[in-house]
């Protein structure tokens, strides 16, 4: 699948079988429904250090992450899918964090860019005030090496979120399933 | 005003202060007892006017802390760098804040991190830890068990 990413980017899931005059495709609604929640992720604007400069960049117009549906990133949790968390957490920042979590509506993913937000990074010894790893705060779908990442590490990392919804395999999908 | 000249001023006001060599900015060595009159000279002495202080900082030194104020003069484009050696046990050296008032967040700020009493200070308060953390994080002996990992 993973070679597969970038040239057979979003599949309409089903089959199709023509019929005179037309077709008719044969689908499941839940990956009809994961299809179309991949294509429209919203992020939310959210970024602690230098990640985040990395992260403005994949939203410019060079990288362009819109290309694949994350356009619209909002200032606001209670409208956002995805949280990018881009930069160091420190334990102030912590509670932060995981009250922005929590206001976000399901279905909601979380992708930890960088170093720090995936272990604490650069600051993981003898520091006292840095979280080491945002997974101690929320739990993460995808994350991503770089220090920091580049933008095309970025976007490999929205378009491994995009196949993880398709694939019914992220931590919110997984925990619905399991009522 | 370059350093030579910056020197021959300061010596006047100041007989005691002890110069570092080798230094790209004049740096000056004021004892903390004095500090204030200092300071309010270098602020106010026409030809000074270092109406600037662009950085307050504290050093750890393990044998003893060192303030280290960086002062600018926008008048007249000179700066200087004023050191201080504060006891490690009990640090405590007069406010600077009635003179720059930017120092009021950067002394609360030393004060957080390395425990230095600012005399006279009107608000001497935790700035970026809790109240109720223990100790001074940026001293080279602080130990918390809790969230540091020591390598």
Redesign the interface.
């Known amino acids: 699948m993973a070679s597969q990413q970038h040239t057979d980017q979003t599949p309409f899931p089903g089959q199709v079988h023509p019929t005179a005059g037309g077709g008719i495709v044969i689908s499941k609604l839940d990956d009809i429904i994961n299809w179309a929640r991949s294509n429209s992720l919203w992020p939310l604007v959210f970024g602690t250090s230098c990640c985040a400069i990395e992260m403005m960049s994949t939203a410019s117009a060079k990288y362009d992450w819109s290309r694949f549906g994350f356009e619209v990133a909002r200032a606001t949790p209670r409208q956002a899918d995805v949280i990018i968390i881009a930069g160091t957490i420190v334990?102030?920042m912590a509670p932060v964090l995981k009250r922005l979590y929590d206001q976000m509506a399901d279905p909601k993913y979380v992708i930890a860019m960088g170093a720090c937000a995936t272990s604490g990074g650069p600051f993981?010894?003898?520091?006292?005030?840095?979280v080491?790893g945002a997974d101690h705060v929320i739990p993460v779908d995808v994350y991503i090496a770089g220090c920091p990442p580049r933008p095309e590490a970025l976007l490999h990392a929205l378009i491994s979120l995009q196949e993880k919804i398709r694939s019914g395999a992220t931590r919110e999908q997984i925990k619905e399933e399991k009522g | 005003m370059n350093n030579d000249e910056l020197k021959l001023q300061l010596s006047a006001i100041l007989p005691s202060a002890v110069y570092e060599e080798g230094t790209e900015w004049l740096t000056v060595q004021a004892d903390a007892a004095g500090w204030k009159d200092f300071a309010r000279a270098l602020r106010y002495t026409p030809g000074l006017e270092f109406d600037f202080l662009f950085c307050l900082t504290c050093v750890d030194w393990k044998t003893h802390l060192g303030m280290v104020y960086h002062l600018t003069s926008t008048v007249h484009g000179h700066t200087i760098v004023v050191k201080s050696k504060l006891d490690r046990d009990q640090p405590v050296i007069e406010t600077v804040c009635d003179i720059w008032r930017t120092a009021e967040f950067h002394e609360r700020e030393a004060f957080d991190l390395f425990g230095v009493r600012f005399n006279n200070h009107p608000d001497l308060r935790r700035l970026?830890m809790?109240d109720e953390c223990p100790g001074w994080?940026l001293r080279k002996d602080?130990e918390?068990p809790v969230?540091?990992?020591?390598?």
Do not use: A, C, H, Q
């Open positions: 334990n102030k993981f010894y003898n520091t006292y005030s840095v080491k | 970026f809790t994080p602080y918390d969230n540091m990992i020591k390598l």
